[in-house]
Structures are given as C-alpha cells and as structure tokens.
C-alpha cells in the first residue's frame, strides 16, 4: 500500500484534481495501511519532495491514529511555511487526550505557532488559533 500512496502523491496533478480526487484516494489507501506501510512511511518521509510532503499532510487526519500523528509530528521539523500551516491545520483534528498530550509534548510547535501568529494572514491566523483552542482545552 505504501508503493500505491507514493505513487499517487509522486503523480504530477493540478491543485484542484488534488483537492477534488487525490486526497480522497489517499485517505483511501492510508486507511488500509498495516504497520509495516507506516514504518516505511515514516522512514520514507522526510527524504520526499516538499510538494509530497503537503499532499501527505493534507490527508493525515483520516483515523487521527497514533501513525498519522507521528507523521505529523515529523513533517513539523521541516522549515517550510506552508507545510507547517497544514499540519497545524490537520492536527486540529487530533482532539483526543492522548494525542493532545504527544502534541504538547512538543513545545516547539507552540513557538512556532506564535511566531507565525505575529504575520499570518487572516485564514491562517484563524486556523493557527483554533489549533491552539483545541489542544489547550
């Protein structure tokens, strides 16, 4: 399954095909991960395109498990604006004890957050504000 989602995410699309039909196949082939196609997308992930890596994040809040958040976790490492805004807007999905605490954990996500709080355009100040509603309730 893991060879499936690469290919899908390598496959050059317009951004509304992407959003329109992409996504959704890979929410589709992310759901029939085994444990095995996530460890080789976690050992695959940081090496990809940056365009892969926006795609992917886009989509990681289909079963909100332990694997997609960990994944999550390791996009955020990556100084990309863009990248970063995504997985904050997808780890708003990720509202459970559990994953809340995996996510304060990791204080420099919050540094990050109100930094770019400070010149953030309008939609993403909102996202990057109910990112921050939702985990410190």
Known sequence: MYKELDNLLCADTTVDSWYDDGCVIASEILSDFDP??????????????????????????????????????????????????????TLRSYTDQDSKKMILDNQEIFKRVNDLLLTASLPVKKILQDFLAKIHL
Not at 36 to 42: G, I, V
Not at 44 to 57: E, G, N, Y
Not at 62 to 89: G, P, R, S
């Open 36 to 89: 095995r196609d996530w460890d080789e997308l976690s050992n695959q992930v940081l090496s990809k395109p940056i365009d892969w890596q926006r795609k992917l994040a886009y989509c990681l809040d289909n079963e909100c498990n332990v694997y997609e958040l960990n994944i999550l976790l390791l996009l955020l490492a990556i100084n990309d604006e863009e990248l970063f805004e995504i997985c904050i807007d």
